[in-house]
Structure formats: C-alpha cells, structure tokens
C-alpha cells in the first residue's frame, strides 16, 4: 500500500490489482485513477464521464460515484456528472463502489482550480502538439469559437482553417517516436522539431512541399495522404520544386528527385553528405527557424497511435524516454513554461462501428495508459509539468458519429470535440495571470 498526501487529505492507493485471474486464488478486479488536480471553467457546463477513469473489467460489478460541493453540480447520473458552477479549491471525490454490498472498493480525491472564462487582456501564447486529435482542431471551440480564452495566439506551422493567424502541430497518424525521427523516403513527412546539432538547419524534403503546392492549387484532390498530410502549411519561403527560398547558409533539405541532403553554402544547393550529422529534438532551434514567440503553454496530447492497437501489457520506456526529452527541450526554450500532458482517451467506441475495431480492448489498453501518465507525471508542478484530464469529457455511447445503429470515425469522438477543449480552457485560464 502507498500513501499520498493531499492537502489535509490522506489518498490510500492499493496496489493489489490484476488485470486477469491467473489462478484459482487470483480475482479480476475493477479500479480507477484520477490526478489530483481538476480544471473546470466557472459558470459554462464541464463534463465528467465515469467509465473514462474506471479500468472496466467486469462493467456490471462496480461503479463510478463521483461528489462535490452541492453548489457545483448542474447534473449527475450513473453515466456522467455535470458541474457548472466549480468552487475553487473544492476537492472533488471520485469513490468506486461494489453494486453487491455497496461496499466502497477506491476512492480518490482532486483538488478543484477554476478558470474564468472570457478574461485576459494580455495576449498568451499556446500551442498544440499532438496526432490526429490536434490535426483535427479539437480545441478549436473552447480555444476560438467560443472565447472563453480572450487574446490567446495559437503558435505552429499549421495553419486553422477560417482562424487567421491561429496554427497548432498536429499530425493525424503520429505517435511520440515519430517526432524523433526523419523518415526522408516519405513524401508525407516533414518533423520541424527533429534537427541537426550544430550551425545546420534542416527544412524537410522537397518532394514534401511539392506536395504541399499541389494541394494549394488543386481542387478536389482524390488521393487521401496528399491532402491530409500536407495542407495548411504556409508555403511563402519555398518554391514550387519544393526547395527553400531565400536560403541561409548552412540551411539542409532532403532532395527527392537526387536522394541526397543539399545544403546552401552561401551562392548555391550543393550535395551533402549527412552520415555525420547528430540529430536531436530541439525545441529552441524550432522556434527559432519558424520565427515563432515562445508558447507559455505546450498541449501534449498523445497516446492513442502509441498503444491502442499493441500489448495490452504496454512497454513505457522509450516512450517515458522520449516524453522527457520533449519537456527537456521545451523547458530549456521556454524556462517559465507550462507542459501540460492530457489524459489520452479510455473511451474509443462502442463494439458495433464500422471500422470493426474490438474497442473493448483498445479501451482497457488505455486506461493502463492513463494510469501509467498520472503514475508517473502527477505531482511534479514544480518541474513545470502538468496534467489535465481532458479525455475525462469524451462520452463512449454519444460522442461518435453514428448512421444506421454503426458508429464511424473510431477513435475520434468528433461530436464531443467541444466539451474535450473545455478542461484545457480551464487550466490556461486558471494559470494565465500567474
């Protein structure tokens, strides 16, 4: 057993759970994980949807119970809990209860931080780093629409649609070890953070923003990777061959046509050898490149393209790894800096989708995920590191496209994108005067 303290809080955490019985004496049971920090947005409508946070082994056994402050609550059922008007500083208590006895099996306990929304006359910097979540704007109507975050600058090298001056960097299909890597024989791919060490700055290939051209100037393209891996991006500094205009010294590309690095050495492209070079992720380099203002705030939201489809037993090491050398990096950018890791999905879809996902395994396969993330990067605010539990809002029955009794788009709950923006709202606003 394991002891947190919280506050005047003491949170006891078994650790006597498996994930199946492996013999006669072994039983199967449920569980839940929750950080200890909770952000809600005050008077707008917050979502809290249960079995995001339960590890669902036998679904009919347990259930979620989640109390606050009377005041807050707008709504609750056994399915979900709605708070709209949040106390701050209020611990939220999320108990797991046995429907046989009524016997309370866990309980865990969050401390409340409330974001007020529509405020902030300085202009804040944030950006978004994620797969096809991020590619797909989800935080477009907490983060714009709705203007629940005044001023804010949304910083990266792709552009959002009908939001001038707004961007992010999201890349549907990405997982963490793609962006500590360059893979030049794709002509999808173009990582801007993976970089030389040195003098040398590296500007992707030119079969990428060739690509890039063809999406700008043609209409109704059919061939899917074209357009979804290389649109929004602004094609200013380059030429229709896909080569960098107005190089500097000692800035590389990969040419496609030659399959060589080129480099400019001050009058012309001359072939480069790049066995030698030392590449690295490299947060500053990347801003500076870009000509991009130092976020205040990194959304990390991954998880799902890392793990969903593998061991149901997941391996965190390289990824542990690779994680930290991104918060590393930021924070050597941005020393004053927020990382905020969300919480990625549990909830992936109900079993009749027309994908033919067994989502039942995909969503025990997460909550490991999640467990694993609040194990390992709860608590360490003073590091600059923080998490929220964005995926918390994301209902598995109703916040999936549906026709004909199927559900379609699996994994990505496209309905429920509004409420999945609101928790990241909260926190922005919560820490944006302090």
């Given at each position: 057993?394991?002891?947190?303290?919280?506050?005047?809080?003491?949170?006891?955490?078994?650790?006597?759970?498996?994930?199946?019985?492996?013999?006669?004496?072994?039983?199967?049971?449920?569980?839940?994980?929750?950080?200890?920090?909770?952000?809600?947005?005050?008077?707008?409508?917050?979502?809290?949807?249960?079995?995001?946070?339960?590890?669902?082994?036998?679904?009919?056994?347990?259930?979620?119970?989640?109390?606050?402050?009377?005041?807050?609550?707008?709504?609750?059922?056994?399915?979900?809990?709605?708070?709209?008007?949040?106390?701050?500083?209020?611990?939220?208590?999320?108990?797991?209860?046995?429907?046989?006895?009524?016997?309370?099996?866990?309980?865990v306990y969050s401390i409340i931080k409330?974001?007020?929304?529509?405020?902030?006359?300085?202009?804040?910097?944030?950006?978004?780093?994620?797969?096809?979540?991020?590619?797909?704007?989800?935080?477009?109507?907490?983060?714009?629409?709705?203007?629940?975050?005044?001023?804010?600058?949304?910083?990266?090298?792709?552009?959002?649609?009908?939001?001038?001056?707004?961007?992010?960097?999201?890349?549907?299909?990405?997982?963490?070890?793609?962006?500590?890597?360059?893979?030049?024989?794709?002509?999808?791919?173009?990582?801007?953070?993976?970089?030389?060490?040195?003098?040398?700055?590296?500007?992707?290939?030119?079969?990428?923003?060739?690509?890039?051209?063809?999406?700008?100037?043609?209409?109704?393209?059919?061939?899917?990777?074209?357009?979804?891996?290389?649109?929004?991006?602004?094609?200013?500094?380059?030429?229709?061959?896909?080569?960098?205009?107005?190089?500097?010294?000692?800035?590389?590309?990969?040419?496609?046509?030659?399959?060589?690095?080129?480099?400019?050495?001050?009058?012309?492209?001359?072939?480069?050898?790049?066995?030698?070079?030392?590449?690295?992720?490299?947060?500053?380099?990347?801003?500076?490149?870009?000509?991009?203002?130092?976020?205040?705030?990194?959304?990390?939201?991954?998880?799902?393209?890392?793990?969903?489809d593998g061991n149901l037993h997941p391996?965190?090491?390289?990824?542990?790894?690779?994680?930290?050398?991104?918060?590393?990096?930021?924070?050597?950018?941005?020393?004053?800096?927020?990382?905020?890791?969300?919480?990625?999905?549990?909830?992936?879809?109900?079993?009749?989708?027309?994908?033919?996902?067994?989502?039942?395994?995909?969503?025990?396969?997460?909550?490991?995920?999640?467990?694993?993330?609040?194990?390992?990067?709860?608590?360490?605010?003073?590091?600059?590191?923080?998490?929220?539990?964005?995926?918390?809002?994301?209902?598995?029955?109703?916040?999936?496209?549906?026709?004909?009794?199927?559900?379609?788009?699996?994994?990505?709950?496209?309905?429920?994108?509004?409420?999945?923006?609101?928790?990241?709202?909260?926190?922005?606003?919560?820490?944006?005067?302090?």
């Open positions: 057993m394991s002891y947190k303290f919280l506050g005047n809080l003491i949170i006891l955490s078994t650790c006597c759970f498996h994930l199946f019985a492996q013999g006669p004496n072994q039983v199967t049971q449920n569980q839940i994980t929750y950080p200890s920090n909770t952000y809600l947005m005050d008077n707008v409508d917050n979502y809290i949807y249960n079995q995001t946070m339960m590890r669902r082994w036998k679904p009919y056994d347990d259930f979620v119970r989640i109390s606050c402050s009377v005041t807050s609550l707008k709504a609750q059922s056994g399915k979900r809990t709605i708070i709209n008007k949040p106390v701050n500083g209020d611990t939220l208590r999320v108990d797991l209860i046995n429907v046989e006895n009524i016997d309370t099996v866990q309980t409330t974001g007020e929304p529509y405020k902030g006359d300085k202009a804040i910097n944030v950006q978004f780093l994620g797969d096809s979540f991020t590619s797909g704007v989800y935080f477009r109507d907490a983060f714009i629409d709705s203007g629940y975050v005044p001023n804010v600058n949304l910083i990266g090298t792709r552009s959002i649609s009908e939001a001038p001056g707004q961007a992010h960097e999201g890349r549907g299909g990405w997982s963490v070890y793609k962006y500590f890597s360059n893979d030049t024989s794709d002509p999808y791919f173009y990582n801007p953070y993976w970089q030389p060490k040195g003098k040398y700055r590296y500007w992707g290939s030119t079969k990428f923003w060739q690509n890039c051209y063809y999406v700008k100037t043609h209409k109704n393209i059919k061939e899917f990777d074209i357009k979804y891996f290389c649109s929004h991006y602004d094609l200013t500094f380059y030429s229709q061959e896909g080569k960098r205009l107005k190089p500097k010294k000692n800035d590389l590309m990969w040419d496609s046509d030659i399959k060589s690095y080129i480099r400019w050495n001050g009058h012309k492209w001359e072939k480069f050898k790049g066995d030698s070079l030392n590449w690295s992720f490299n947060y500053k380099k990347y801003l500076d490149m870009q000509e991009l203002k130092k976020p205040e705030f990194l959304i990390f939201m991954f998880g799902l393209n890392d793990f969903r391996n965190f090491d390289l990824w542990d790894r690779e994680v930290k050398e991104m918060i590393q990096s930021y924070k050597q950018a941005v020393p004053n800096g927020k990382f905020v890791i969300c919480t990625p999905p549990t909830s992936c879809g109900v079993l009749n989708n027309q994908r033919m996902q067994f989502t039942i395994r995909q969503n025990a396969i997460m909550w490991e995920v999640r467990k694993h993330i609040i194990e390992t990067f709860d608590n360490i605010e003073n590091q600059g590191v923080y998490i929220v539990d964005a995926c918390a809002t994301i209902d598995n029955e109703h916040g999936f496209k549906e026709q004909g009794g199927m559900q379609y788009g699996n994994p990505h709950p496209y309905p429920n994108y509004p409420k999945l923006g609101v928790p990241i709202a909260a926190f922005v606003q919560y820490y944006r005067n302090k």
